[in-house]
Every structure is written in structure tokens, then in C-alpha cells.
């Protein structure tokens, strides 16, 4: 069985700093999504990870994919309150599983 | 375009009453699945259609039926509601899963589910 697990669950920020959450998981895939979820809306898709060694940035954020240790991360760069959101990792297996997601709030 | 429909948005239900949640898309896509969503718990798979008269059992598929006669619709039906099934549902769809495919699953807004 397929275990997806996120860590923190919960991160609070100060404006300005890095952070780096990571997603491991338990069995062997070459796809990997992140997506972010604010509160009381639906999920949007942020980054796809294809393959070992895929890293993508948009803005403040970058992923990357590491199949060999079954390890993907998303690091925030001197966050910002509009970064305030839960972002979930889920790996395609497929079909996708998802991890439990990471709260991060973005503190001034 | 309007994506992935779900409706209806909030429903509330008493134990042992039967409901279907609505699920659309425009995208033409095949790939269609079903999410519950509890706090701490992220989103887990109830089931899934990787096309029309194709359906699939995922994480937690007891209490639910599911049945695939378009490309275009999902609908999930819950048969005797039980209060273990409040949560927040979702539909989610993409082109396909696993390789060759490289397209994330777009999400519909979501069903507030209260069983009482």
C-alpha cells in the first residue's frame, strides 16, 4: 500500500524567512504533483514532476523530485501572506494518493 | 469554460437517507475520480473511472457507488448515509493518469456533506 507523508503538517513563517516542506513516499513513481488549497476553496495545480531530478519554480516557489529517495520538496523563498495556504504532494502511481497536506501560515 | 461542476455545494442528510453528488466536465477529459476530504486526513480516494463504463474502487469506497455512462459525467451516489460520511467531496479529472500522461487533476469546488 502506497504511503504519501508530509512533513510538517502545520508551519508557521515569518515574513522574509525560507522554509522547506518535504513528501516522501513509499513506493517507486516518476510522477509527482504538488497543488495548494485555500481555505474553504478547491485545490489548483501548482508544479508536475516528471521524472528523477525534474525541479520547477514559479515565484516564491520551487519543486523538485527525487525518485531515487522517493523524496520531493517544496521550498518557499522569503514568503510572503499570500503564500498563506495548504499544499498537498500526491504521487501518481497511478491512480494519484495524496499526503495530508501541510498547513503553512505566513505570519508578518 | 466551466471545468469540473459539482453540484449541489452543501447538502445536509439524515442517517440511512440515499443522495447523488453531480460531478461534469467540458474537458473531454477520461480520467474521472472522487475525493473525501477530513481534517487531517488530506484527500483519499473513494473511486475512479479512467473512461466511460470504467469504474474502479480506491481507498475508501464502502457506502458508495459509482457508475460511468458518459465521458462527460460522474455522479457518486451515497445508498444509507451514515455520520462516518460528513465531509467535503470532490470531483477531479485530467486526461489520464500514470505514463505517458503528464496532467494534473483539476478539481471541482467541492461538496459540503453533513450527515445527522
Known amino acids: 500500500e502506497l504511503k504519501v507523508e508530509q512533513n510538517p503538517l502545520f508551519l508557521s513563517m515569518q515574513e522574509g524567512k525560507n522554509y522547506t516542506i518535504y513528501c516522501n513516499y513509499s513506493t517507486t513513481s516518476d510522477r509527482l504533483y504538488w497543488y495548494r488549497q485555500d481555505p474553504g476553496k478547491s485545490l489548483e495545480s501548482l508544479f508536475v514532476l516528471l521524472s528523477n531530478g525534474a525541479v520547477k519554480q514559479e515565484g516564491r516557489l520551487m519543486a523538485s523530485l527525487d525518485t531515487k529517495a522517493r523524496l520531493s520538496t517544496l521550498h518557499i523563498t522569503a514568503a510572503v501572506h499570500d503564500l498563506s495556504a495548504t499544499y498537498f504532494c500526491a504521487v501518481d502511481i497511478p491512480p494519484p494518493t495524496f499526503g495530508s497536506g501541510t498547513q503553512l501560515t505566513v505570519l508578518p | 469554460n466551466a471545468g469540473v461542476t459539482q453540484t449541489p455545494k452543501f447538502q445536509v442528510l439524515k442517517t440511512g437517507q440515499s443522495m447523488t453528488l453531480q460531478c461534469a466536465q467540458d474537458?473531454?477529459?477520461?480520467?474521472m475520480s472522487w475525493y473525501r476530504q477530513d481534517p487531517g486526513m488530506g484527500l483519499r480516494l473513494i473511486h475512479y473511472?479512467?473512461?466511460?463504463?470504467?469504474?474502479d474502487q480506491g481507498e475508501v469506497p464502502n457506502g458508495y457507488n459509482v457508475s460511468r455512462s458518459t465521458t462527460e459525467d460522474f455522479p457518486l451516489r451515497l445508498l444509507s448515509a451514515a455520520p462516518s460520511q460528513t465531509s467535503v467531496y470532490f470531483c477531479?479529472?485530467?486526461?489520464?493518469?500514470?505514463?505517458?500522461?503528464?496532467?494534473?487533476?483539476?478539481f471541482g469546488n467541492g461538496t459540503r456533506l453533513t450527515v445527522t
Open positions: 473511472s479512467v473512461g466511460a463504463g470504467i469504474t
Open positions: 474537458m473531454n477529459h477520461e480520467y
Open positions: 477531479a479529472s485530467s486526461y489520464g493518469t500514470g505514463f505517458p500522461y503528464n496532467s494534473p487533476l483539476h
